[in-house]
């Protein structure tokens, strides 16, 4: 059985492809690099990619604080792990390093990122219609281990499942 994972702009990867394996073993490696460098600045770490953009690869790295991360924040983290990577040769190839705060349209994407929005407001979009609609706005109040509840301003409240929800974000938008 050969066993495949989608990855962001619909690329199908063989799990036993080393390219695959390369790209992974990178983020993993970033992460246990990156993790003890975001806890002394009391900070968290939102996503970490490594994909190829046009001819060069990029490391992208989206963290947050309680209160949110500022740009000299986000320049220091940056400067610090550059310099370990570097020691440590994590990476062979020339590669762009970004680090940023997730922004305003955070993207919500696991369980912990819902904890994390209890009380905003989101904008969560589901693969079909639940009660007839497949765009829930409102804040949300409530998450399982299964789904979350979004409240609208009207004070209607929908169930969303986890697994039925295509794409979730901060909503920024003012209505």
Same mark, same amino acid.
């Given at each position: 059985?050969?066993?495949?994972?989608?990855?962001?702009?619909?690329?199908?990867?063989?799990?036993?492809?080393?390219?695959?394996?390369?790209?992974? #073993? &990178?983020?993993?490696? &970033?992460?246990?690099?990156?993790?003890?460098?975001?806890? +002394?600045?009391?900070?968290?770490?939102? #996503?970490?990619?490594? $994909?190829?953009?046009? /001819?060069?690869?990029?490391?992208?790295?989206?963290?947050?604080?309680?209160?949110?991360? /500022?740009?000299?924040?986000?320049?220091?983290?940056? =400067?610090?792990?550059?310099?370990?990577?570097?020691?440590?040769? &994590?990476? =062979?190839?020339?590669?762009?390093?970004?680090?940023? /705060?997730?922004? @305003?349209?955070? &993207?919500? +994407?696991?369980?912990? #990122?819902?904890?994390?929005?209890?009380?905003?407001?989101?904008?969560? %979009?589901?693969?079909?219609?639940?009660?007839? =609609? =497949?765009?829930?706005?409102?804040?949300?109040?409530?998450?399982?281990?299964?789904?979350?509840?979004?409240? %609208? $301003?009207?004070?209607? /409240?929908?169930?969303?499942? @986890?697994?039925?929800?295509? +794409?979730?974000? @901060?909503?920024?938008?003012?209505?």
């Amino acid at each position: 059985i050969i066993l495949h994972l989608f990855i962001k702009g619909g690329i199908k990867w063989d799990l036993k492809d080393p390219l695959f394996l390369l790209y992974m #073993d &990178v983020i993993q490696r &970033v992460m246990e690099i990156l993790a003890p460098i975001a806890e +002394k600045k009391d900070a968290f770490v939102v #996503d970490v990619a490594y $994909k190829r953009e046009g /001819s060069a690869m990029v490391l992208r790295i989206l963290m947050d604080k309680k209160n949110g991360v /500022s740009i000299d924040e986000c320049a220091d983290i940056n =400067n610090e792990l550059s310099q370990v990577l570097d020691e440590q040769v &994590v990476i =062979n190839d020339f590669y762009i390093l970004e680090i940023s /705060s997730p922004g @305003l349209d955070r &993207v919500l +994407k696991k369980p912990k #990122d819902f904890k994390w929005a209890m009380g905003r407001r989101i904008k969560a %979009t589901t693969y079909a219609p639940i009660e007839g =609609n =497949n765009v829930f706005r409102g804040t949300l109040v409530g998450i399982g281990e299964k789904s979350i509840v979004v409240e %609208t $301003k009207e004070g209607v /409240s929908s169930e969303i499942p @986890l697994d039925k929800i295509a +794409k979730a974000k @901060l909503d920024s938008e003012l209505k």
